[in-house]
């Protein structure tokens, strides 16, 4: 089963066709970079080069780094405004396939895709306790799961660390902004860990993003930590797969709540429920969500 996954990020756009029975790209990733100013309608033709690129005709599920419910985009800390109250499920459908809906679009959170990528396939696979994925890059993303399930959109990057966003002080950006050491940075990254196990007791902490491919400078430094921390195994294609997960899922599934906050497609007669369960095989629905 192959589902088009994109992976919207403040500096590229990168997307490819993911094979759900593996957890993995089926094809090399294209990107793009993000255009600036990133706003909703120039974001919306980058997200279509990409698919374009692959001439893919069929669902896309997408990533964006900011809380979304019911497709539409509700902050925007570290991207254009504009976003903030877009219906942007729909414009990126549009923008695909137009009034056929061709390619209808389930967006959902940058971090809640990588989490839901790494539960199944990668780094938090058989856990069932309370797991903490945290993507480190121009900000700090958060999934969190207890028994295998999403609570979205935590955004746990914006808890207060020092009078300022945690992810102000221990993202990687951070760390590149401000020259820092991998001690240094390391340092701020425990602190971080720390308030964010006092708040919700988890026995795992995956740590994604690119700098989890340089796992072995830093992690040896978080120390007085008692949840496991292990880097992610997807590393930069967690969204692209997550994103995929997602987009079958609201193929497949049964109609959402009404406040139901997880990740929705564009309005299509025939969606049913978008959210992906972690413990089930990809390819089939989880209907008691």
């Known amino acids: 089963m192959k589902v088009f996954g994109v992976d919207i990020g403040g500096s590229g756009i990168k997307g490819a066709p993911v094979d759900l029975e593996r957890g993995d790209l089926a094809e090399e990733r294209h990107k793009v970079l993000t255009p600036h100013p990133a706003t909703p309608e ?6 279509r080069e ?9 669902p896309v599920g997408a990533t964006f780094p900011g809380v979304v419910t019911g497709g539409t985009t509700r902050t925007a ?70 028994g295998g399930r999403l609570v ?17 002080r221990a993202s990687t950006k951070a760390k590149e902004d401000e020259d820092l050491t991998w001690q240094h940075w390391a340092r701020r990254v425990r602190k971080y860990l720390a308030h964010v196990e006092m708040l919700f007791s988890p026995e795992l902490f995956v740590l994604g993003g690119g700098v989890s491919r340089k796992a072995e400078k830093f992690l040896p430094l978080l120390e007085d930590i008692r949840a496991e921390i292990v880097p992610a195994q997807l590393q930069n294609n967690a969204g692209i797969v997550g994103a995929a997960m997602a987009a079958h899922a609201a193929r497949a599934g049964g109609p959402p709540a009404a406040d139901d906050p997880s990740p929705t497609a ?13 413990g089930t095989p990809a390819g089939r629905a989880d209907g008691g969500r």
């Not at 564009?266 to 972690?278: E, I, L, Q, T, Y």
Request: hydrophobic letters at 40%.
């Open 77 to 146: 800390a570290n991207v254009d405004k504009h976003w903030i109250g877009v219906d942007a499920a729909a414009l990126l459908t549009s923008r695909l396939g137009g009034a056929s809906g061709s390619s209808p679009v389930t967006l959902l959170n940058d971090a809640d895709a990588a989490g839901l990528a790494e539960m199944r396939y990668g780094a938090g696979r058989d856990r069932s306790g309370t797991v903490i994925v945290l993507t480190l890059g121009t900000g700090i993303g958060s999934a969190v799961f207890t």
């Open 266 to 278: 564009a309005p299509d007669p025939g969606r049913r429920d978008p959210r992906p369960a972690v």
């Open 152 to 168: 979205p959109n935590t955004e746990l990057g914006h808890l207060e660390l020092r009078g300022h966003d945690a992810e102000k």
């Open 50 to 58: 990409v698919v374009e690129h692959f001439g893919w005709q069929g």
């Open 42 to 47: 120039a974001v919306a033709d980058s997200v």
